[in-house]
């Protein structure tokens, strides 16, 4: 990969399982469990400090979607983050680092607020927890949309059923219509943008990276969205190789369908957490 050794972040808690964070963004573009990638980093991904990072756990923030005041999903995975707390381990061999990124000139440039936000990483033996707050640090009272973009590694999309989704109201934006999930495991085999509403704090996704099911555990994110842009689409993005798209799953928790609002001095917190279950035969 084409970045610099001093855009990254080791955590490694040993027995290959590390997470390498890219200081552009706070991007996780690394999850290794015991020897396994369990996220997807496309080998076309730009590094150039400037262009979101395509792959890993990219974060959206302050706006999901196109934002008439920035780049598409905001500025939090286009701006440098500062690494607040250096990689530690706790007592039970965990390791868990703390990644800052404040208001500065580039982010009042569009959207002249003041925050603070704090990305808080945590490798386990055999799960990512990750805790995401937003402090308001201004004036005045502020809405925002907040994401975690998970880019799952597959060895084949059409096999990874999702599991937990199931009778969830969801907005189809690729259709532009809204609709009910009716099916109990969703797999992916077309063009799918969704938003799942509502979403229980668990999901399930099958035949993943090395043979294994993830578990996807989330607090204060309501909205689900699994995201693949297919073939056609995958052939017009600079940073994805044509068949890459059959490599990854994105099931992205977030607060997108309605802004989270915080007045000043609060703060709001979210997390998930990304398990790793070896299936059992």
């Not at 969703?186 to 099958?206: H, L, T």
């Not at 297919?230 to 992205?252: P, T």
Request: proline share 4%.
């Amino acid at each position: 990969m084409n970045y610099s050794p001093d855009d990254i972040v080791l955590l490694d808690r040993g027995n290959d399982t590390s997470v390498v964070v890219h200081l552009h963004g706070a991007t996780i573009i690394s999850w290794r469990c015991a020897g396994e990638e369990m996220l997807f980093l496309s080998k076309h991904a730009i590094f150039d400090n400037l262009k979101a990072i395509r792959g890993g756990i990219p974060i959206v923030f302050p706006k999901f979607g196109p934002w008439k005041y920035g780049p598409q999903h905001g500025f939090a995975r286009v701006l440098r983050w500062k690494l607040e707390m250096p990689p530690k381990k706790d007592k039970h061999g965990n390791v868990f680092a703390v990644f800052v990124l404040e208001d500065n000139d580039l982010s009042r440039a569009m959207w002249n607020i003041m925050f603070k936000l704090v990305y808080t990483i945590r490798l386990e033996e055999s799960a990512l927890h990750v805790d995401f707050s937003v402090h308001n640090t201004d004036k005045i009272t502020f809405g925002f949309n907040c994401l975690l973009h998970n880019y799952l590694l597959t060895p084949e999309i059409t096999r990874s059923g999702i599991i937990g989704l199931q009778n969830l109201n969801y907005k189809d934006k690729v259709k532009s219509e809204e609709d009910t999930e009716r099916k109990e495991e969703v797999f992916i085999r077309e063009n799918v943008d969704r938003i799942y509403n509502d979403a229980p704090n668990e999901i399930v996704i099958g035949n993943m990276a090395g043979n294994r099911t993830l578990m996807l555990k989330t607090f204060n994110f309501p909205d689900i969205v699994v995201w693949n842009p297919w073939k056609d689409k995958a052939r017009n993005m600079i940073d994805l190789g044509d068949q890459d798209y059959r490599k990854f799953v994105c099931l992205e928790a977030g607060r997108v369908t309605h802004d989270a609002i915080l007045k000043p001095g609060q703060s709001f917190e979210c997390s998930q957490i990304i398990a790793a279950i070896i299936a059992v035969l």
